[in-house]
């Protein structure tokens, strides 16, 4: 059974830092590119970060841009992003993704976790 499974979400005030965590099973993900996306309450799942299966490129949103960082340890079968210089509206819960192809969709999703933000 593949899952991605998200760790690392809670509460935090307003420039304080958080590293979440995603781990992945049921099968080799060492060749996906892996990203995290978020969804704020009343809002769309939006993009934040992905990384290249191999670790050499990495592409942020302008939103988080400087302030979050993306990385993995295939070796672990693992994948973090830390999140530095929090704000209110980073709030959201955040998910886990695998792609297969190196462009399009998503197709392993993880069940998300959540991260607050206090101002």
């Known amino acids: 059974q593949v899952q991605l499974v998200e760790s690392g979400g809670g509460y935090v005030q307003a420039g304080g830092s958080l590293r979440l965590s995603c781990a992945t099973s049921?099968?080799?993900?060492?060749?996906?590119?892996m990203g995290w996306f978020r969804q704020a309450l009343g809002q769309e799942r939006e993009f934040v970060a992905v990384?290249?299966?191999?670790?050499?490129?990495?592409h942020y949103a302008d939103s988080v841009k400087g302030r979050f960082t993306i990385s993995r340890d295939n070796a672990k079968s693992a994948t973090y992003l830390q999140m530095n210089g929090l704000k209110p509206e980073d709030t959201a819960v955040y998910y886990c993704a695998a792609r297969i192809g190196r462009s399009g969709p998503f197709d392993y999703w993880g069940q998300g976790t959540q991260v607050t933000v206090s101002s």
């Open positions: 990384v290249k299966w191999d670790g050499t490129y990495t």
């Open positions: 049921g099968r080799t993900f060492s060749r996906d590119d």
